[in-house]
């Protein structure tokens, strides 16, 4: 039929039984694979579901076997050995609960509900969290973009309360996927997913800033700061997907030939580089803290969002001078303790 369409030629009625004797027999292999695809599924999240609840009573189990060991009395070597025997199916336990559908935080459980956020597979964790780095690239770009423009080119209060908007949405999104990347066994520190529950503060509070003399003193810093903080989210990217590509590849050593002394000089050398610009852009937001203090009191505390901006840029410099000073102090910490053990 397709081809008598094609060429152009006249559908006969013969032409069209033909088809119909082609789909139903097409119809009837796609409905005994759907029903077998259908059993499989049920199958699965029956399973799922089973493991699930069976890692809870387990995991009760372990807890109250350890601490009941901890406090018998009995032969310490022996008790280590029961101990350490625990620990290691407290661990595997852990591991496998995060191939396992789990309750959903409070904020997680807010936005979508109790619906299952956790991905079944490695792969899929990857692709996740290969999408969120893709996101967060793409709309660093458009900000980058948007700044500049707003900057040198647009003097406009319209166009700089879109690219506030922009970034309120863009933080907003970003609490969503962090929160999903967490239920999925992501080390996210929580004062990463905290600063952007106070950027979308402050994009909230750059939105309704009504345009007057304190608004335009400070206009120029925050669009410099924010072409600045664009730049130094695209060296994270880069650093970022570095780590994780190689993280992975030392995962998969059979396809990709990396050791665990390649990944840590790699990362030592990208961290080296990042960290003076990181430490610039922290300064930077306690200077924008300072400014707005001295523009607060220029003004009379007329606009109450200038000094509400003010501490939010010093919670900000605070959180992120001293979680980036403590991720470094652990690794540095954990570098040295691996160099003894050697
Ligand atoms: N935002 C989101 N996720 C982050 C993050 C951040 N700022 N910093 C680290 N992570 C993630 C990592 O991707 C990793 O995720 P995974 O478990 O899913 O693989 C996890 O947290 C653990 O990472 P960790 O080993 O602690 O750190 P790192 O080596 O990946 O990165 C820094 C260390 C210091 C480079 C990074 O935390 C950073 O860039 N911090 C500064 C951010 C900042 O100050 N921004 C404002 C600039 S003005």
Not at 101 to 114: A, D, H
Not at 116 to 135: G, L, P, R
Request: hydrophobic share 40%; net charge positive.
């Amino acid at each position: 039929m397709e081809v008598a369409r094609r060429t152009g030629e006249s559908i006969t009625f013969d032409t069209c039984k033909e088809e119909w004797d082609d789909v139903e027999k097409q119809y009837n292999d796609f409905e005994a694979k759907h029903a077998s695809y259908q059993q499989v599924a049920e199958k699965y999240f029956s399973q799922r579901n089973g493991c699930a609840a069976q890692v809870q009573r387990l995991q009760k189990k372990l807890d109250g076997l350890s601490s009941g060991l901890k406090s018998c009395a009995a032969d310490p070597a022996a008790k280590a050995e029961l101990l350490s025997l625990v620990e290691e199916k407290q661990k595997a336990l852990n591991r496998a609960k995060n191939y396992l559908p789990r309750k959903n935080g409070f904020y997680l459980g807010l936005i979508v509900g109790q619906v299952n956020v956790s991905f079944d597979s490695q792969q899929e964790k990857y692709k996740y969290k290969d999408e969120y780095e893709k996101f967060k690239l793409n709309c660093t770009i458009f900000t980058l973009i948007a700044s500049v423009l707003n900057y040198f080119v647009l003097h406009n209060r319209i166009a700089d309360a879109c690219l506030s908007f922009f970034l309120l949405w863009y933080y907003c999104t970003l609490t969503v996927r962090e929160s999903i990347l967490i239920a999925n066994g992501s080390r996210i520190k929580g004062w990463w997913v905290m600063h952007h529950y106070v950027a979308v503060m402050l994009s909230g509070i750059f939105v309704i800033w009504e345009e007057g003399p304190s608004y335009q003193e400070f206009r120029s810093t925050f669009m410099a700061f924010s072409i600045y903080q664009s730049f130094i989210q695209l060296l994270q990217y880069y650093y970022q997907t570095g780590c994780l590509y190689r993280l992975r590849a030392l995962g998969e050593r059979d396809h990709m030939d990396i050791t665990i002394e390649g990944f840590h000089s790699w990362m030592w050398k990208g961290l080296t580089f990042l960290l003076p610009f990181l430490f610039l852009g922290h300064f930077w937001q306690l200077y924008n803290a300072y400014a707005l203090t001295r523009l607060s009191f220029k003004y009379m505390f007329v606009d109450w969002q200038v000094p509400a901006i003010a501490v939010l840029f010093f919670v900000m410099f605070c959180g992120n001078f001293f979680t980036t000073i403590s991720v470094v102090y652990h690794k540095v910490k954990s570098r040295s303790t691996k160099s003894k053990n050697q």
